[in-house]
């Protein structure tokens, strides 16, 4: 198997929907890299990348793989498109097999895979070697020093021309204890940067971790772009001078504004059409993975990736009379660097509009189907935007907004029946869980709304029953979605003990909260936005019972949740309210099992049980 080293860059095709979505239904949490990583290792590794004077990049990668314990095959793999050529694929006993790589139906960029199927014999070792040339100076941003196999030696070189040396840089980044880097200058000028490890330890998808590019460990390149200016007229290059030959994008928009009263409630319309009637599929293999569609032909076909619908956006603006613009930006949790410390493809991996009103701008993102009127995602509060401005550009951070609207609000009523609490259940859902939940429910087939309803409103239990269910939606522009349980049974939640009954409540049923599982764990946790959790429930005390325990108010505080849990009685009603807000979403590898401890407290105190007796004269 390849380290994840130098694979293509990824084209500006981003769907913030895709994680967002995943809290609702089961998703794969990525691929697995390696297997049978106990038997096999790497006992030496070279990969040498060759910057020609061109800017051209030669790549010769030799790997030798062993088994440990008893004969296996490792799947050999490296990714290539029409900018990345393969010139070599060779294994003992394998053949090269070459592959489309594609995102389901949804995502197309062209890229394949080289694959072969390596047989080892125990304790013999076999060399794996692949040889690349990079056509296409920009694909040649980052070198990952990383494989899913324990590594014995390794080294890894990039050699830059004294020609170039006064403008490339190779620059290290969360290099691990086994690393240790080093740049040589030769007589003749030329730079040789190198990283030698020893004793490497495999890198390996875990659930909730960091991207890879935030912190797999890598060799950094810049010098491609000589600064932002430059890197944005290579954008610009590829970006046409907005037309509207048929005059279909004016007449749109002039239907679309109708009625409008302000430029506000225009960009919330067109942001709106956009979101609801542009199908997102991306087929961006080569320049296709930077070039916009013009707005006519994204309008024509109904569909395109971020970069067709930021077209489509902006020419719908501009014929509404508002000056509307092109953006770049690299996503939070998926790119580390900013434009002005990284001119680089690799700081930018999705394209959005903007609206421009005086002073103010207005980011829109038309990938961001049932976002709500003016809502800013996650993904891009804080990020850098790099905005056109005809021959000049524009530097500005998207702010930092939203984040109370990203909220999970329970309220309940229940009354005691036979053991059972019966009565009514709603989630209110605003921002990112808007979206998710609207997404989900609209994603999947009608007959299954009903059950998929149905567990959500369940959630953390499972022995609910869930009666006369449904979503609540006004237009898919709303702040907030609804989800409704007019008649739901939590079987068994008020067990009889003698003369007692022992009520399980469980105020805080926050989906998204839970504890990392630290077996073999060596990467830290980043979880994709911060959220609010709301509750209020009431239950009904029942007659000829009264009050004879109530969990005391718990506080929690961690640098990671804050929040509380209280109870009180008033007027034949037992009212808890809960809160849980995040503060901080990323917790290292070593502050995993506090941020478990922190999680199991609020857990803990959700689960605190309600104790009711029966009156003396009952």
Same mark, same amino acid.
């Given at each position: 198997?390849?380290?994840?080293?130098?694979?293509?860059?990824?084209?500006?095709?981003?769907?913030?929907?895709?994680?967002?979505?995943?809290?609702?239904?089961? $998703?794969?949490?990525?691929?697995?890299?390696?297997?049978?990583?106990?038997?096999?290792?790497?006992?030496?590794?070279?990969?040498?990348?060759?910057?020609?004077?061109?800017?051209?990049?030669?790549?010769?990668?030799?790997?030798?793989?062993?088994?440990?314990?008893?004969?296996?095959?490792?799947?050999?793999?490296?990714?290539?498109?029409?900018?990345?050529?393969?010139?070599?694929?060779?294994?003992?006993?394998?053949?090269?097999?070459?592959?489309?790589?594609?995102?389901?139906?949804?995502?197309?960029?062209?890229?394949?895979?080289?694959?072969?199927?390596?047989?080892?014999?125990?304790?013999?070792?076999?060399?794996?070697?692949?040889?690349?040339?990079?056509?296409?100076?920009?694909?040649?941003?980052?070198?990952?020093?990383?494989?899913?196999? /324990?590594?014995?030696?390794?080294?890894?070189?990039?050699?830059?021309?004294?020609?170039?040396?006064?403008?490339?840089?190779?620059?290290?980044?969360?290099?691990?204890?086994?690393?240790?880097?080093?740049?040589?200058?030769?007589?003749?000028?030329?730079?040789?940067?190198?990283? +030698?490890?020893?004793?490497? =330890?495999?890198?390996?998808?875990?659930?909730?971790?960091?991207?890879?590019?935030?912190?797999?460990?890598?060799?950094?390149?810049?010098?491609?772009?000589?600064?932002?200016?430059?890197?944005?007229?290579?954008?610009?290059?590829?970006?046409?001078?907005?037309?509207?030959?048929?005059?279909?994008?004016?007449?749109?928009?002039?239907?679309?504004?109708?009625?409008?009263?302000?430029?506000?409630?225009?960009?919330?319309?067109?942001?709106?059409?956009?979101?609801?009637?542009?199908?997102?599929? #991306?087929?961006?293999?080569?320049?296709?993975?930077? +070039?916009?569609?013009?707005?006519?032909?994204?309008?024509? +076909?109904?569909?395109?990736?971020?970069?067709?619908?930021?077209?489509?956006?902006?020419?719908?603006?501009?014929? /509404?009379?508002?000056?509307?613009?092109?953006?770049?930006?690299?996503? /939070?949790?998926?790119?580390?660097?900013?434009?002005?410390?990284?001119?680089? =493809?690799?700081?930018?991996?999705?394209?959005?509009?903007?609206?421009?009103?005086?002073?103010?701008?207005?980011?829109?993102?038309?990938?961001?189907?049932?976002?709500?009127?003016? &809502?800013?995602?996650?993904?891009?509060?804080?990020?850098?935007?790099?905005?056109?401005?005809?021959?000049?550009?524009?530097?500005?951070?998207?702010?930092?907004?939203?984040?109370?609207?990203?909220?999970?609000?329970?309220?309940?009523?229940?009354?005691?029946?036979?053991?059972? *609490?019966?009565?009514?259940?709603?989630?209110?859902?605003?921002?990112?869980?808007?979206?998710?939940? #609207?997404?989900?429910?609209?994603?999947? $087939?009608?007959?299954?709304?009903?059950?998929?309803?149905?567990?959500?409103?369940?959630?953390?239990?499972?022995?609910?029953?869930?009666?006369?269910?449904?979503?609540? *939606?006004?237009?898919?522009?709303?702040?907030?979605?609804?989800?409704?349980?007019?008649?739901?049974?939590?079987?068994? /939640?008020?067990?009889?003990?003698?003369?007692?009954?022992?009520?399980?409540?469980?105020?805080?049923?926050?989906?998204?909260?839970?504890?990392?599982?630290?077996?073999? +764990?060596?990467?830290?946790?980043?979880?994709?936005?911060? &959220?609010?959790?709301? $509750?209020?429930?009431?239950?009904?005390?029942?007659?000829?019972?009264?009050?004879?325990?109530?969990?005391?108010?718990?506080?929690?505080?961690?640098?990671?949740?804050?929040?509380?849990?209280?109870?009180?009685?008033?007027?034949?009603?037992?009212?808890?309210? $809960?809160?849980?807000?995040?503060?901080?979403?990323?917790?290292?590898?070593?502050?995993?099992?506090? =941020?478990?401890?922190?999680?199991?407290?609020?857990?803990?105190?959700?689960?605190?049980?309600?104790? *009711?007796?029966?009156?003396?004269?009952?």
């Amino acid at each position: 198997m390849k380290p994840m080293s130098s694979w293509p860059v990824a084209a500006f095709g981003f769907r913030f929907p895709a994680f967002v979505v995943a809290i609702f239904l089961v $998703a794969a949490l990525g691929k697995a890299y390696a297997s049978d990583t106990d038997n096999i290792h790497i006992l030496d590794e070279r990969r040498s990348y060759v910057v020609q004077p061109s800017g051209q990049v030669k790549m010769v990668e030799e790997t030798t793989y062993e088994a440990l314990r008893a004969d296996g095959r490792v799947i050999a793999t490296t990714m290539f498109n029409e900018d990345i050529s393969i010139d070599k694929a060779s294994a003992p006993g394998a053949k090269p097999y070459y592959r489309s790589w594609e995102d389901g139906d949804l995502f197309y960029t062209g890229s394949r895979i080289c694959l072969m199927a390596v047989p080892l014999k125990k304790g013999k070792p076999a060399k794996v070697t692949f040889e690349q040339t990079y056509r296409a100076p920009e694909q040649f941003c980052n070198v990952f020093l990383t494989a899913p196999y /324990a590594t014995e030696k390794s080294l890894i070189t990039v050699e830059v021309p004294a020609s170039l040396a006064g403008r490339y840089k190779v620059v290290p980044k969360n290099l691990d204890s086994s690393m240790t880097f080093d740049a040589e200058t030769e007589r003749n000028g030329n730079v040789t940067y190198s990283v +030698r490890s020893e004793g490497r =330890l495999p890198y390996r998808h875990e659930p909730e971790a960091p991207s890879a590019s935030i912190d797999a460990p890598q060799l950094v390149v810049t010098g491609v772009f000589a600064d932002v200016g430059e890197l944005y007229g290579f954008f610009r290059n590829y970006s046409k001078p907005y037309a509207d030959a048929t005059g279909a994008v004016a007449d749109l928009s002039a239907r679309i504004t109708a009625g409008c009263e302000s430029d506000i409630e225009k960009i919330d319309s067109i942001a709106s059409w956009v979101r609801q009637n542009i199908r997102y599929v #991306a087929v961006e293999h080569g320049e296709y993975g930077i +070039r916009p569609e013009p707005a006519a032909d994204v309008l024509a +076909r109904r569909y395109g990736d971020c970069k067709g619908s930021a077209s489509l956006l902006k020419g719908l603006l501009l014929e /509404a009379g508002i000056d509307g613009r092109l953006v770049w930006i690299g996503t /939070a949790g998926e790119v580390a660097s900013r434009w002005d410390s990284v001119p680089s =493809l690799m700081s930018g991996n999705h394209q959005i509009a903007a609206a421009v009103l005086g002073d103010s701008i207005i980011y829109i993102d038309g990938t961001t189907t049932w976002a709500p009127a003016g &809502y800013i995602p996650p993904s891009l509060r804080g990020q850098q935007a790099l905005i056109e401005d005809g021959d000049g550009y524009m530097l500005r951070t998207v702010p930092e907004a939203c984040r109370q609207a990203d909220t999970d609000t329970v309220t309940a009523h229940f009354t005691i029946a036979d053991g059972d *609490l019966r009565g009514s259940l709603a989630r209110d859902m605003g921002g990112v869980f808007k979206m998710s939940a #609207a997404g989900a429910f609209y994603g999947i $087939a009608p007959a299954d709304r009903r059950q998929m309803l149905g567990r959500i409103l369940a959630y953390p239990k499972k022995n609910i029953s869930c009666q006369d269910v449904r979503l609540d *939606l006004e237009t898919p522009s709303a702040q907030r979605c609804r989800m409704v349980c007019d008649s739901i049974i939590d079987r068994g /939640a008020a067990r009889a003990m003698g003369d007692k009954l022992i009520v399980d409540l469980r105020p805080v049923r926050d989906m998204y909260l839970n504890t990392v599982d630290l077996k073999d +764990r060596r990467r830290g946790v980043a979880k994709p936005f911060g &959220y609010t959790y709301v $509750a209020g429930l009431a239950l009904e005390i029942p007659d000829g019972y009264e009050v004879e325990t109530l969990p005391g108010r718990q506080d929690f505080d961690s640098p990671w949740y804050g929040g509380f849990i209280a109870y009180r009685v008033s007027d034949g009603l037992i009212e808890c309210e $809960a809160e849980v807000h995040t503060r901080r979403t990323e917790a290292r590898a070593d502050e995993l099992t506090d =941020l478990n401890s922190a999680v199991r407290n609020i857990i803990r105190a959700s689960e605190s049980k309600i104790i *009711l007796r029966k009156t003396i004269n009952q």
